[in-house]
């Protein structure tokens, strides 16, 4: 079994920063991708940011891009989620998620490991 743990979510002014943690542990899969995604209430999960095993690749949703900043820590079972200029639009719970390819895959379902999230809250 693998387990996610994701940390670092919390309320934040507009314009502010967060910086998300997770950590992998268990049976975790080397050569792995790794992705964050989040659900607004009343909204369908979405893709956020993926970063490949090697961290030479990464993916953002167009939302995000140019604001979030993902990376991998040096064990690469850690993978962190920078968020800089915040805007209410982005909260929503967080999930880190992992796959069992190496590609930075934006589909949810290449995911089949999920952590339990962690609340984001950006006020205006």
């Known amino acids: 079994q693998v387990q996610l743990v994701e940390s670092g979510g919390g309320l934040v002014q507009a314009g502010g920063s967060l910086r998300l943690s997770c950590a992998a542990s268990?049976?975790?899969?080397?050569?792995?991708?790794m992705g964050w995604f989040r659900q607004a209430p009343g909204k369908e999960r979405e893709f956020v940011a993926a970063i490949s095993w090697s961290s030479g690749n990464t993916n953002y949703a167009n939302s995000v891009k140019g604001r979030f900043a993902i990376s991998r820590g040096n064990t690469k079972n850690t993978v962190y989620l920078q968020m800089n200029s915040l805007k209410p639009e982005d909260t929503a719970v967080y999930y880190c998620?992992?796959?069992?390819?190496?590609?930075?895959?934006?589909?949810?379902?290449?995911?089949?490991?999920w952590g339990q999230g962690t609340q984001v809250t950006v006020s205006s």
């Open positions: 268990g049976r975790t899969f080397s050569g792995y991708a």
């Open positions: 998620a992992q796959g069992t390819t190496s590609v930075p895959d934006g589909s949810s379902s290449s995911y089949p490991y």
